[in-house]
């Protein structure tokens, strides 16, 4: 019976693990948190944003996106809810293609997956981390704090170096480069993001909605409208995550990043100068920030009148044309320099990794060391905030399975 290693056991360690099981194959996991599925269990806020409907190359980055397509067709959305009944688990498909369990809760997803794998008699050895693996004429030898054990087939699903809190590392970029394998600078991604500014930390804890738009080397590179949230490092929200993948890898290359927000994106420019100008005409014996308490929140009001040079005190109808421009133009387009991430600890997924190049996306297997196998995050692929990156991590966990367990 042939001997196969995963080397981790989260989303696509465990997938592959089922898939490797069922074709007959004698199976164990290693894991050295003290259980496996600990991003599952933490993801979507608890929930599990386990899947997405839409799911297409143009949602992932990496130096080949189209690497995933063969893995995306495999594992259709058809096909992954049908697996889903099968080990017992219920998909919420919401209206934009985001899918959770029915539960509501992550802990179902996990269940589910282990239940299924218990049947098929995988073994999961916890708190048993990796060091090293070689490979001997046709055999693995894979090392751990504990032992050594030889194997006919090993898949490095080790993740990446995101949420080390979590038992993230970056062991799967060393065990592929001892290989020869070529890893890609990492970078962290869906992550906040550090703003260079006198007065972000004071409107730490504001949140609100706004059009931001991401600016590399002076350029608009991308739009996206959701929640922002100011806070003492920077700036987070789920508008902010949308456009951190981007942002993160310019920063990494060196590239100047900032972002603009428009803080009342329901209005073009022109309307927007008319629309204040309205609100100064019916109130011109306000004072400025008391006029504009209106529109926007009353902290974002103080600091944007700081950048405008207008006094707080000011009088609306001492207000000239110019002042009024100003005002609607940094309401409009607000930039902010960008000067990082939040970093690893704060980041869902990560950028970078082993390159795509040097894997086959049919079968997940390595081309330069026969029976070595990759899949999910440790690869040199990175989706959108979605449901995305469990998308890749189960189709290419379960794609790795296969081919091993033939
Ligand atoms: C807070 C948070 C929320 C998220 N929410 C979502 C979401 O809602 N939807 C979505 O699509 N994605 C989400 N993600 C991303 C998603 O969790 C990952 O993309 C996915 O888990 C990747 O699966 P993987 O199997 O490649 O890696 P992982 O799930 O990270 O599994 C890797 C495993 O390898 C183990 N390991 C590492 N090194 C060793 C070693 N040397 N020896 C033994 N074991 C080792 C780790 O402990 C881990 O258990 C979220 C991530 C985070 C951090």
Redesign the pocket.
């Known amino acids: 019976m042939k001997k196969i290693a995963i080397?981790?056991?989260?989303?696509?360690?465990?997938m592959a693990a089922l898939f490797a099981a069922r074709s007959g194959a004698n199976v164990t996991i290693?894991?050295?948190?003290s259980s496996?599925?600990?991003?599952?269990l933490?993801?979507?806020?608890g929930?599990?944003?386990?899947?997405?409907t839409t799911a297409s190359p143009e949602d992932y980055a990496g130096n080949d996106p189209q690497f995933v397509t063969y893995a995306l067709k495999q594992l259709n959305f058809g096909y992954f809810e049908k697996f889903c009944h099968s080990i017992g688990l219920l998909l919420d498909i919401k209206e934009d293609g985001r899918c959770y369990p029915l539960s509501n809760e992550a802990k179902s997803v996990l269940i589910a997956l282990k239940s299924a794998i218990s049947e098929t008699g995988v073994k999961i050895i916890t708190d048993?981390?990796?060091?090293a693996i070689t490979k001997n004429d046709s055999h693995f030898n894979v090392q751990?704090d504990q032992d050594k054990q030889s194997y006919n087939n090993v898949l490095i699903?080790?993740?990446?170096q995101?949420?080390p809190q979590?038992?993230?590392?970056a062991?799967?970029y060393s065990f592929a480069r001892a290989f020869g394998h070529e890893i890609l600078p990492t970078y962290p991604s869906?992550v906040q993001l550090h703003l260079n500014s006198r007065n972000h930390h004071k409107m730490a804890g504001v949140k609100t909605t706004a059009e931001v738009t991401l600016i590399i080397d002076g350029k608009p590179k991308e739009k996206v409208q959701g929640d922002i949230l100011f806070a003492a490092y920077g700036i987070s929200g789920l508008a902010i995550l949308d456009v951190s993948q981007k942002a993160s890898y310019a920063h990494h290359n060196k590239q100047r990043v900032s972002i603009a927000l428009n803080l009342l994106p329901r209005y073009d420019r022109a309307t927007l100068t008319n629309v204040i100008e309205k609100v100064f005409a019916s109130v011109p014996k306000h004072d400025i920030h008391t006029a504009l308490c209106g529109l926007l929140p009353a902290k974002i009001i103080t600091y944007l009148l700081e950048d405008a040079a207008i006094a707080l005190t000011t009088t609306v109808s001492s207000l000239n044309t110019k002042e009024i421009k100003k005002i609607a133009h940094l309401i409009g387009e607000w930039k902010f320099e960008v000067t990082d991430t939040h970093g690893f600890k704060h980041?869902?997924?990560s950028g970078g990794g082993v390159s795509t190049a040097q894997v086959n996306n049919k079968t997940m297997e390595s081309n330069l060391v026969e029976g070595l196998y990759f899949?999910?995050?440790?690869l040199d692929i990175v989706?959108k905030?979605?449901?995305?990156?469990?998308?890749?991590?189960w189709a290419s966990?379960m794609i790795a399975g296969k081919e091993m367990g033939k």
Do not use: M, P, Q, W
């Not at 080397?7 to 465990?14: C, M, Q, R």
């Not at 496996?36 to 599952?40: F, H």
């Not at 933490?42 to 806020?45: F, L, P, Q, T």
């Open positions: 080397i981790g056991g989260g989303a696509s360690g465990l290693y894991e050295h948190n496996v599925g600990k991003k599952i933490a993801s979507g806020n929930r599990c944003n386990i899947i997405n048993s981390n990796v060091t751990t699903a080790t993740g990446s995101a949420a979590l038992g993230a590392t062991d799967g869906l980041a869902e997924v899949s999910g995050e440790v989706g905030r979605g449901g995305y990156n469990f998308n890749f991590a966990g």
